[in-house]
Every structure is written in structure tokens, then in C-alpha cells.
């Protein structure tokens, strides 16, 4: 029996991509600064520093409406300015892809939100100084 720990590496997402997988994958490189990293029919591998998201031939509402995941980074202010550049609609405005707004948080971060084509929730966030 081994007596060493496991050390975790990096969390890769396995996400639904909507409708159109390819549009998706615009969506991700195009207003989120993700890059293609692998693509085939079925599914396609983004990276934007060190998150990879994988992006799947999936069409299900439901699974897009229930799937959300944080991503924590150094200067979120800096990221919101750079996705309200990019023209992604404030949440309330469709039922599309959609920006939220910067909020600070009881547990100590500053974050915001975006829904992506399918409907999945990724928020950003940075941890405030204690």
C-alpha cells in the first residue's frame, strides 16, 4: 500500500454546448478569449490560460440550465471590461448568452457572471484580501 498523497492537478469541465457545437466554440474563442486547443464532431477543447474547458455535442436545455462552474482569477475587473468590450448582452436582455455585473460577496470575492449560448453559468472571481 502506497503511503503517498495524491496531489490534485487542474479540474477540466466536461460542458454542453447547445444546438451548434461550432458556434459554440465561437462563442468561447471570440467573446471569452478561450483558444481551440482539439476539435472533431463531437466535441471541442478550449484553453485560456490554465482552464481548459471541453465543450460537448449536447443539446439538452435542461442540462445547460442546471451546469455552472467558478473560475478564479487575478483581476476580475480587468475581465469585465474585456467581455463588455466584446458586446456580450447583460443577462436580463435575452435568453442568450448574457454578462451579469460585478458583485462583492459575504464570503470574501469579487465576482461576476456569464451565460454562454446553452445556457451554463460561469462566474469569475477573485478572492478579496483579508
Known sequence: MSKSTPIFGKLTPMLPAGKDLQTAATFYEQKLGFEVTYQDNGMVILQRSGVEIM???NDDPHTAAQTSLRI???DVTALYDEYQLQGIAPFHQ???AGLGTIQ???WG???FAVRDLAGVCIT???RLSQ
Do not use: A, D, I
Open 104 to 106: 462583492t460577496t459575504p
Open 94 to 96: 435575452n435568453e442568450g
Open 124 to 126: 469569475f472571481y477573485e
Open 109 to 111: 470575492t469579487r465576482e
Open 72 to 74: 478564479q482569477l487575478s
Open 55 to 57: 465543450l460537448l455535442n
